[in-house]
């Protein structure tokens, strides 16, 4: 069976740091790519960024409204997803959800749980 | 970026009925669009994946369709288990976007 397992979320000051991570079982972090989706309180879904898998390595895509704040990288053992929020704000209190959306090739869709992160001074 | 856009923001409705929400994209996104239903402290349920192939294991009372750029999601028959709020997301171009939720409530 699939499972997304995120840890990680918590409470952080304005201007703060966090790390999300996601760790995955049942398949191969190797393979196509992940994303990182959150929710605000009460609030729609938002795409936060992906990693791409390729040949040579791994690429990145992001939102704007996270891009130079956010980084989303994966470890070496390619079991686990990492996602380094920096300069956090108070606007980036969500639940954050490790996932793999619908691409044009591939319709298996992956959820986590859900971490919850709180900026809050 | 591409802004999805979803109608209406809430609706109540009878069990039974046939309900219909929109998304309009705001430009062309060809059939790469997906429909996800969420119910409250719960990840997101995938439910339809280029425009109107439903996943394995979905009921078939769900169905979308597509006219150019704007989308529609179907329920055929309302039943209480269908309560949740309902999104559509495009998945033609970078960065990735979603509509702003359909709740979905039993009368």
């Known amino acids: 069976e699939v499972q997304l397992v995120e840890s990680g979320g918590g409470l952080v000051q304005p201007g703060g740091s966090l790390r999300l991570s996601c760790a995955g079982s049942g398949f191969n972090f190797s393979d196509l790519y992940f994303d990182w989706v959150r929710q605000a309180p009460g609030k729609g879904l938002e795409w936060i960024g992906r990693l791409i898998n390729t040949p040579i390595g791994s690429s990145t895509e992001y939102a704007t409204s996270v891009k130079d704040r956010f980084t989303i990288s994966r470890d070496e053992s390619k079991t686990s997803l990492h996602l380094q929020m920096d300069s956090l704000k108070t606007e980036d209190t969500a639940v954050y959800y490790c996932s793999r959306l619908p691409s044009a090739n591939n319709n298996i869709v992956y959820w986590g749980q859900g971490a919850p992160v709180t900026v809050s001074s | 970026d591409i802004q999805m856009t979803q109608s209406p923001s809430s609706l109540s409705a009878s069990v039974g009925d046939r309900v219909t929400i929109t998304c309009r994209a705001s430009q062309a996104i060809s059939n790469y669009l997906a429909w996800f239903q969420q119910k409250p402290g719960k990840a997101p349920r995938f439910l339809i994946y280029a425009a109107s192939i439903l996943q394995s294991g979905v009921a078939s009372k769900f169905s979308g369709s597509q006219s150019g750029t704007v989308f529609t999601l179907t329920i055929s028959s309302l039943q209480p288990e269908d309560s949740a709020t309902y999104y559509c997301?495009?998945?033609?171009?970078?960065?990735?976007?979603f509509g702003g939720g359909t709740k979905v409530e039993i009368k």
């Open positions: 997301q495009q998945y033609y171009r970078y960065p990735l976007t």
